[in-house]
């Protein structure tokens, strides 16, 4: 079965980080688009980050530019988002998602991605 897994969510003060996993199984998406969304109490699902197959391009919203990171080991299959400096504002769900192809679109938009994971909650008090 081809999914995508979630880990590394949980509850931070504010200045705080956390580390998102994503990790893929049952099939390699070492050829895809990857991106983490998140969706946050009353809001629509944004995109936060994606990279490319070689990791040689990403994107960042203009609300995480300097604190997160995206990076990805194609090795192990994962993608990871570093989340440093964290904001009440980024308190949401993350999602993970694999892409229909190889190439990331700017901005990324929810129907370039055809694989979801099961999200992971982050919380972040002030």
């Known amino acids: 079965q081809v999914q995508l897994v979630e880990s590394g969510g949980g509850s931070v003060q504010a200045g705080g980080s956390l580390r998102l996993s994503c990790e893929a199984s049952?099939?390699?998406?070492?050829?895809?688009?990857m991106g983490w969304f998140r969706q946050g109490p009353g809001k629509e699902r944004e995109a936060v980050a994606s990279?490319?197959?070689?990791?040689?391009?990403?994107y960042y919203a203009d609300s995480v530019k300097g604190r997160f990171t995206i990076f990805r080991e194609n090795a192990k299959n994962t993608v990871y988002l570093q989340m440093n400096s964290l904001k009440s504002e980024d308190t949401a769900v993350y999602y993970c998602?694999?892409?229909?192809?190889?190439?990331?679109?700017?901005?990324?938009?929810?129907?370039?991605?055809?694989?979801w994971g099961q999200g992971t909650q982050v919380t972040v008090s002030s």
């Open positions: 990279i490319a197959p070689d990791g040689g391009f990403t």
């Open positions: 998602a694999a892409g229909t192809g190889g190439y990331c679109y700017t901005p990324p938009h929810l129907a370039d991605f055809g694989l």
């Open positions: 049952g099939y390699t998406r070492r050829s895809r688009c």
